[in-house]
């Protein structure tokens, strides 16, 4: 079958589809170009089925090369017949193509290999005839002390080594056991004795056993740290009865000594060489699969906090707060420029409140400030109480998550930006920053340091990258770049340009000053034609020489919406504001071969809201006052909360404390949730009441489920545990008085 067919199949999509996605993927265009100006070639494929396509075809010609390279390996041993050939061929996974190498794969000295050394291959092939006769005599011909043969238990036992690793190497064999193992093995998981104080957080699995097909992610990856931390033992176990009879249906075909022979083979072969085999595969593909889930949920939470609203472009002051040190505070303008920083002490006596005080009006009046973020670090909850507490009018008082804003102002970039000043000046800038554009400002750190996922040291750090990078290039390319005032680390998130073309394009704009129109992108260095195709829609120039340049309309269709202002009487920006001429506009007059309905419907939509940041709008949010810290909450407790990270076992929520508290899965709503996604995301603002305070575990438990529904679950328990008869006596009572 051919990639596309194979693809089709399994996505559901026409092999067309696939094909010219593959081509136009080969030929160098993006997922984010292809999903929004390729509509027609691909039959309007959306971004997550052309990112399919795309690992999908990569994973099909990886298969390709390592067919190539077992059946060039297999030929140079002399080995490779036309069925072999054919078998490699036809392999339609890596873990059946590997199994069929496994014999011609080149290995260390085994105990099979030895017995074959001393030539005890054909009475190895003659006990798997199981045919009737006296072993020992057939064995009594092997006999060879020159050969290290020195009796014929010797070469029994030899030649048992032989079957035992052609039974653990069978294709067919190690097919059915995997099976086995995934579909009925479990994880086992113990503390290791004298380790139960630093295991502590991994109580939960001091004597747990789980279904490797039903454990979660999560529940996998935990178990697996706490191994590698030698704080936990883990096993896999499956029970021998549900794997040798389904062995023996293969090997065991008669009732003789020679059986027997076969039998003691095949036993040695599953405790000696397949189920260790077998656990080690089990380990890395439940492993893959955990990692799998793990990266879709970190990636999810990633896209949410990159798309979360910003306040937009304001005189805004920023704080990160501090104890002792003090809280470094800076102003930046609507742009987030820095304009002055200095360090106030509202946390060292009255001398220090009283002068903090002061300096923060001061510099709220002196440059017009109209919004104060706060850091939610140490001391943040108090910081934010101190500025609360001062009145300042119509100012915008937010906190502002700051996980990640140390790394990113040790970083290169940070260095780069404000090489005069120190880290503790960058962080305030980064959380200011944050506030007015959080997409923007987080594109410079690394996502696994903004705060959200799970486990995600702990899994696949390639494919994590992979599924981090299409996130982040496909926020940016979705919200748009304003090319004059964009930086390079959100320049090279552009579809077709990277970091050198973003480092090109802010060294023409600081000699050239702005750009003045997309097509001026051409004379950058380095920046062909098929840069400018794929990046041109995605960059927007506000007050540019043509109207459309500050929209998401691709320069390549310009000629089509001057043709349309020119159809209505009217200019290409009077379509952009009034409303009447849209209407007037008969969008099938338009198709072509090129252009279809899906593109002239994005361009009309356009044309209404040119530019249109696809973010919500922001809003206000406050912490409950007075609850500052874990000693201050108490159970029943109802307080205002924002998400801040999503698992699969439920969403930990931010209330004002510095320790985030978890709404599990069954708490997140008062039905039945399969995937907190559907009922959360990153940076929600939610109502939450607390439940459990766990201070010497640092955990604290919240629910989102409404008071009726949580006062109504004991009597609902209660009817549930009522006698069968006693229900049914109630129910046929109340048909009774009905129907009276």
Same mark, same amino acid.
């Given at each position: 079958?051919?990639?596309?067919?194979?693809?089709?199949?399994?996505?559901?999509?026409?092999?067309?589809?696939?094909?010219?996605?593959?081509?136009?993927?080969?030929?160098?265009?993006?997922?984010?170009?292809?999903?929004?100006?390729?509509?027609?070639?691909?039959?309007?494929?959306?971004?997550?089925?052309?990112?399919?396509?795309?690992?999908?075809?990569?994973?099909?010609?990886?298969?390709?090369?390592?067919?190539?390279?077992?059946?060039?390996?297999?030929?140079?041993?002399?080995?490779?017949?036309?069925?072999?050939?054919?078998?490699?061929?036809?392999?339609?996974?890596?873990?059946?193509?590997?199994?069929?190498?496994?014999?011609?794969?080149?290995?260390?000295?085994?105990?099979?290999?030895?017995?074959?050394?001393?030539?005890?291959?054909?009475?190895?092939?003659?006990?798997?005839?199981?045919?009737?006769?006296?072993?020992?005599?057939?064995?009594?011909?092997?006999?060879?002390?020159?050969?290290?043969?020195?009796?014929?238990?010797?070469?029994?036992?030899?030649?048992?080594d032989i079957v035992a690793e052609q039974i653990a190497e069978h294709v067919d064999v190690r097919t059915r056991t995997?099976?086995?193992?995934?579909?009925?093995?479990?994880?086992?998981?113990?503390?290791?004795?004298?380790?139960?104080?630093?295991?502590?957080?991994?109580?939960?699995?001091?004597?747990?056993?789980?279904?490797?097909?039903?454990?979660?992610?999560?529940?996998?990856?935990?178990?697996?740290?706490?191994?590698?931390?030698?704080?936990?033992?883990?096993?896999? @176990?499956?029970?021998?009865?549900?794997?040798?009879?389904?062995?023996?249906?293969?090997?065991?075909?008669?009732?003789?000594?020679?059986?027997?022979?076969?039998?003691?083979?095949?036993?040695?072969?599953?405790?000696?060489?397949?189920?260790?085999?077998?656990?080690?595969?089990?380990?890395?593909?439940?492993?893959?699969?955990?990692?799998?889930?793990?990266?879709?949920?970190?990636?999810?939470?990633?896209?949410?906090?990159?798309?979360?609203?910003?306040?937009?472009?304001?005189?805004?002051?920023?704080?990160?707060?501090?104890?002792?040190?003090?809280?470094?505070?800076?102003?930046?303008?609507?742009?987030?420029?820095?304009?002055? @920083?200095?360090?106030?002490?509202?946390?060292?006596?009255?001398?220090?409140?009283?002068?903090?005080?002061?300096?923060?009006?001061?510099?709220?009046?002196?440059?017009?400030?109209?919004?104060?973020?706060?850091?939610?670090?140490?001391?943040?909850?108090?910081?934010?109480?101190?500025?609360?507490?001062?009145?300042?009018?119509?100012?915008?008082?937010?906190?502002?998550?700051?996980?990640?804003?140390?790394?990113?102002?040790?970083?290169?970039?940070?260095?780069?930006?404000?090489?005069?000043?120190?880290?503790?000046?960058?962080?305030?800038?980064?959380?200011?920053?944050?506030?007015?554009?959080?997409?923007?400002?987080?594109?410079?750190?690394?996502?696994?340091?903004?705060?959200?996922?799970?486990?995600?040291?702990?899994?696949?750090?390639?494919?994590?990258?992979?599924?981090?990078?299409?996130?982040?290039?496909?926020?940016? @390319?979705?919200?748009?770049?304003?090319?004059?005032?964009?930086?390079?680390?959100?320049?090279?998130?552009?579809?077709?340009?990277?970091?050198?073309?973003?480092?090109?394009?802010?060294?023409?704009?600081?000699?050239?000053?702005?750009?003045?129109?997309?097509?001026?992108?051409?004379?950058?260095?380095?920046l062909g034609d098929k840069a400018f195709e794929q990046a041109a829609g995605f960059l927007r120039i506000r007050q540019?020489?043509?109207?459309l340049d500050a929209s998401a309309v691709h320069p390549e269709r310009y000629a089509l919406v001057e043709q349309m202002?020119?159809?209505?009487?009217?200019?290409?920006?009077?379509?952009?504001?009034?409303?009447?001429?849209?209407?007037?506009?008969?969008?099938?007059?338009?198709?072509?071969?090129? =252009?279809?309905?899906?593109?002239?419907?994005?361009?009309?939509?356009?044309?209404?809201?040119?530019?249109?940041?696809?973010?919500?709008?922001?809003?206000?949010? @406050?912490?409950?006052?007075?609850?500052?810290?874990?000693?201050?909450?108490?159970?029943?407790?109802?307080?205002?909360?924002?998400?801040?990270?999503?698992?699969?076992?439920?969403?930990?929520?931010?209330?004002? =404390?510095?320790?985030?508290?978890?709404?599990?899965?069954?708490?997140?709503?008062?039905?039945?949730?399969?995937?907190?996604?559907?009922?959360?995301?990153?940076?929600?603002?939610?109502?939450?009441?607390?439940?459990?305070?766990?201070?010497?575990?640092?955990?604290?438990?919240?629910?989102?489920?409404?008071?009726?529904?949580?006062?109504?679950?004991?009597?609902?328990?209660?009817?549930?545990?009522?006698?069968?008869?006693?229900?049914?006596?109630?129910?046929?009572?109340?048909?009774?008085?009905?129907?009276?």
């Amino acid at each position: 079958m051919t990639y596309e067919s194979i693809i089709s199949q399994e996505l559901s999509v026409s092999s067309k589809q696939v094909s010219t996605t593959i081509n136009l993927l080969d030929e160098g265009a993006t997922v984010p170009f292809i999903a929004r100006y390729r509509k027609e070639l691909t039959g309007s494929l959306d971004e997550v089925q052309i990112t399919a396509i795309r690992d999908r075809v990569q994973q099909l010609r990886d298969l390709d090369k390592r067919k190539d390279a077992i059946l060039k390996s297999i030929a140079e041993q002399g080995k490779l017949t036309p069925v072999l050939e054919q078998q490699v061929k036809a392999a339609e996974t890596m873990a059946i193509l590997e199994d069929i190498y496994l014999p011609y794969k080149p290995k260390r000295k085994t105990r099979a290999s030895v017995a074959r050394e001393k030539g005890l291959q054909p009475l190895a092939d003659q006990l798997l005839l199981q045919e009737r006769g006296e072993v020992a005599h057939w064995a009594a011909q092997f006999v060879d002390a020159e050969k290290g043969v020195a009796t014929w238990e010797e070469a029994l036992a030899g030649a048992r080594d032989i079957v035992a690793e052609q039974i653990a190497e069978h294709v067919d064999v190690r097919t059915r056991t995997r099976k086995i193992f995934l579909e009925r093995g479990q994880f086992v998981s113990r503390v290791v004795p004298g380790k139960e104080d630093a295991a502590i957080k991994y109580k939960d699995y001091f004597e747990w056993a789980e279904s490797l097909k039903d454990a979660p992610s999560h529940r996998v990856l935990a178990m697996r740290r706490g191994e590698k931390e030698e704080l936990l033992y883990l096993d896999i @176990n499956v029970a021998e009865v549900d794997v040798l009879p389904t062995i023996e249906k293969i090997y065991i075909n008669g009732h003789n000594e020679a059986s027997g022979q076969v039998q003691q083979a095949l036993q040695d072969s599953y405790k000696r060489l397949l189920k260790p085999s077998m656990e080690t595969e089990v380990r890395v593909l439940t492993r893959q699969r955990a990692d799998e889930e793990a990266i879709r949920v970190f990636a999810d939470n990633v896209r949410q906090l990159l798309l979360a609203a910003p306040l937009g472009q304001k005189r805004l002051m920023a704080i990160d707060p501090g104890f002792r040190t003090g809280c470094k505070t800076v102003v930046l303008d609507a742009q987030g420029t820095l304009l002055e @920083n200095t360090a106030i002490f509202p946390h060292t006596g009255a001398g220090g409140a009283a002068e903090a005080a002061k300096t923060l009006k001061h510099l709220v009046e002196k440059h017009a400030v109209e919004a104060i973020a706060v850091g939610n670090g140490t001391a943040g909850r108090e910081t934010e109480e101190f500025v609360r507490k001062l009145g300042l009018s119509g100012v915008t008082l937010v906190m502002v998550n700051e996980s990640g804003a140390s790394i990113y102002s040790a970083s290169e970039v940070a260095r780069e930006e404000f090489p005069d000043h120190d880290v503790t000046v960058r962080g305030a800038i980064s959380i200011g920053r944050r506030l007015m554009d959080p997409l923007a400002e987080l594109v410079k750190i690394d996502p696994k340091s903004i705060g959200v996922g799970q486990y995600q040291h702990d899994v696949d750090q390639h494919k994590l990258q992979t599924a981090l990078d299409d996130t982040v290039i496909s926020c940016v @390319n979705s919200v748009g770049v304003e090319l004059n005032t964009a930086s390079k680390q959100i320049l090279s998130y552009v579809s077709g340009l990277g970091p050198s073309l973003a480092q090109q394009i802010v060294n023409y704009r600081m000699a050239n000053g702005p750009f003045r129109s997309r097509k001026e992108l051409k004379k950058v260095p380095r920046l062909g034609d098929k840069a400018f195709e794929q990046a041109a829609g995605f960059l927007r120039i506000r007050q540019a020489e043509h109207p459309l340049d500050a929209s998401a309309v691709h320069p390549e269709r310009y000629a089509l919406v001057e043709q349309m202002a020119k159809d209505v009487n009217a200019k290409v920006e009077d379509l952009m504001t009034n409303e009447a001429l849209r209407k007037q506009i008969d969008l099938k007059k338009y198709v072509s071969e090129q =252009v279809g309905l899906p593109t002239l419907n994005d361009i009309l939509a356009e044309l209404a809201k040119p530019g249109r940041d696809p973010r919500e709008q922001f809003e206000e949010f @406050n912490f409950t006052d007075g609850v500052n810290s874990v000693a201050d909450l108490r159970i029943g407790m109802k307080l205002p909360g924002i998400v801040t990270n999503i698992t699969n076992f439920g969403a930990f929520v931010d209330i004002g =404390v510095h320790q985030d508290g978890l709404v599990h899965l069954s708490q997140l709503a008062n039905r039945y949730v399969a995937d907190p996604h559907e009922v959360v995301k990153v940076q929600q603002k939610v109502m939450v009441t607390v439940t459990e305070i766990d201070e010497r575990r640092n955990r604290i438990g919240l629910t989102m489920k409404t008071e009726e529904k949580r006062n109504n679950a004991p009597k609902r328990e209660q009817k549930a545990r009522q006698a069968p008869e006693t229900d049914m006596a109630t129910k046929l009572a109340a048909l009774a008085s009905k129907f009276k």
